[in-house]
């Protein structure tokens, strides 16, 4: 089986450089929607950032694809898709309003962990020793930060875990699409359903909107659909092994930023969580390359 052309330096360091530029944006727009949990409600946050980017994703399909990019063949499906998004996104947020950025971003990348277990029941896949023992190590991750039964132990610390199992089934759905399915309709439509199904809530805890933190909304719906897009650029560019670590330069972003912000000091034990997930997320992302890399 021929095998795929070799990356060069410089597109390697593209690819890695897009991913990462994609992340900052993807911590950016977290950091802006903590900032606005102090004044709005995450559910009205969630309404407001999709339902600014909804349009703009809109009419840069129109111009870059042209109007089949607006069409799908799985309404039903991206409805669901969106209804687990929206939810996502409410938990994190709420999440975010209550805990320090460095600790809720470092739980949310338990996602990759959920992503492989699941994959069991909901796609069939065969698991090996190997990425189960990495899904363990990433579970004792999240135990060293959430630390239940101590002292430290706070419920807002489950959010972000209930955040990263809607977002792995988020991903793993993507599997039911069909591969002619558009990059940029998916995009869309993850928008679009979420603030459809956000809008009565919203409505229901509605705060009026301050002139000054339109800006806020601009930018984090700017910053969302910045991310999203450069990181699934990124993968478009080099393979996931390569690309996918990068993921983690997020816990970074999310420490610095939290400390500039709001003096937010990660503690011991968020550090060396963040570092054991970190770990399982990249032993399941080799182990996955490997066992789908083709034979030479």
């Known amino acids: 089986m021929p095998t795929a052309p070799a990356l060069s330096t410089h597109d390697t360091t593209r690819a890695i450089l897009t991913i990462c530029a994609g992340v900052a944006f993807l911590v950016a727009n ?6 606005l949990t102090d004044r709005y409600a995450p559910i009205q946050i969630v309404f407001l ?19 089949a990019g607006l069409r799908t063949s799985r309404p039903g499906l991206h409805a669901l898709r969106g209804a687990v998004m929206m939810l996502a996104a409410t938990l994190y947020f709420t999440a975010l309003s209550l805990m320090p950025l460095a600790a809720a971003t470092a739980l949310i990348f338990s996602a990759p ?4 277990a699941l994959s069991v029941p909901l796609l069939g896949e065969a698991v090996g020793w190997r990425r189960w023992g990495a899904v363990l190590l990433g579970f004792i991750g999240v135990l060293v930060i959430v630390q239940p039964g101590s002292d430290a132990f706070q419920l807002a610390a489950l959010l972000p875990v209930g955040a ?8 793993l759905s993507a599997r039911w699409l069909d591969r002619d399915e558009g990059w940029w309709t998916m995009m869309l439509l993850v928008m679009a359903f979420p603030a459809l199904y956000a809008a009565p809530f919203a409505i229901a805890v509605w705060t009026p909107l301050r002139l000054a933190d339109l ?9 969302g659909s910045l991310g999203i897009t450069l990181i699934g650029q990124a993968f478009r560019m080099a393979p996931a092994a390569i690309v996918a670590p990068f993921d983690y330069t997020a816990l970074i972003w999310a ?19 963040a570092l054991v997930i970190a770990a399982s997320g990249v032993l399941i992302i080799l182990r996955e390359a490997r066992s789908t890399s083709p034979p030479r």
């Open 49 to 67: 950032r999709n339902l600014i980017a909804a349009p703009i994703i809109a009419a840069l399909i129109l111009v870059l694809v042209g109007h």
């Open 255 to 273: 420490t610095g930023l939290g400390w500039l912000i709001w003096g937010e000091i990660p503690t011991f034990w968020t550090l060396i969580g």
């Open 215 to 223: 800006g806020l909304f601009l930018g984090i719906a700017a910053c």
């Open 30 to 35: 977290d950091a802006l929607a903590k900032l």
């Open 113 to 116: 962990i959920f992503i492989t």
């Open 164 to 171: 990263a199992i809607c977002y792995a089934f988020f991903m």
